[in-house]
């Protein structure tokens, strides 16, 4: 009978943590150890929420780690106001949507992201502004969750961060817009 893939990482992690030839934090640099905490990070990502959408966005000119955190945080307030408007927080709080944002230093030095989001956005408004304003948009609706969670997770081992938002209410908008209603079409037909 065939072990689990999972299982098989749990007893090899298991017989890594209790090998005394292998200092406590030298575990974690092995290659089984790197697939246990991707393992775990995936389980853990794809238990926040529905993913529907993955984006990746780049900078068109380099920026620290803090002002690209001061761009994402901008653009998401575009995102929310473009919606609700101004005062959309007395509404939601910080977003509509929750996210995962996967933070990714690019060889280069620079910053990109790439990020999952589990209610539709507004695809237009993502190009145009990100575009505009920072460099590159990429926009998917995601068909195999499992798939883009391995994607933003797989940076963590590599050194990159994950920062996790989780919406406290279930948003739908009262007057749903065109965009929001061909990303649900798009769920519905994607199996035919």
């Known amino acids: 009978m065939m072990m689990p893939i999972g299982a098989k990482i749990e007893s090899q992690m298991e017989a890594i943590l209790l090998n005394p030839d292998i200092p406590g ?3 974690w640099r092995t ?3 790197k ?3 991707r393992d775990k990070y995936i389980d853990w990502v794809l238990g926040l929420a529905d993913w529907r959408v993955f984006l990746t966005l780049t900078f068109r000119n380099a920026k ?3 002002v690209a955190i001061n761009h994402w945080k901008r ?3 575009v995102l929310n106001k ?3 408007g101004k005062n959309y927080s007395r509404k939601v709080g910080h977003s509509y949507f929750s996210y995962i944002l996967g933070i990714e230093k690019q060889s280069r030095g620079d910053y990109h992201f790439h990020v999952l989001t589990d209610k539709p956005l507004d695809f237009k408004l993502i190009h145009e502004f990100w575009g505009r304003e920072h460099g590159f948009a990429k926009t998917e609706i995601i068909r195999v969750k499992s798939e883009s969670v391995k994607y933003i997770t797989k940076y963590l081992c590599k050194g990159g961060i994950l920062e996790p938002y989780k919406c ?4 739908k908008p009262t007057l749903t817009p065109y965009w ?6 798009q769920e519905r037909y994607k199996d035919m």
């Open 25 to 27: 934090d030298e575990v």
């Open 31 to 33: 290659s089984i150890g």
């Open 35 to 37: 697939n246990y905490l």
């Open 64 to 66: 620290y780690y803090d």
């Open 75 to 77: 653009f998401v307030f």
């Open 82 to 84: 473009s919606l609700l």
């Open 168 to 171: 406290e209410k279930d948003f």
């Open 180 to 185: 929001w209603k061909f990303d649900i079409l």
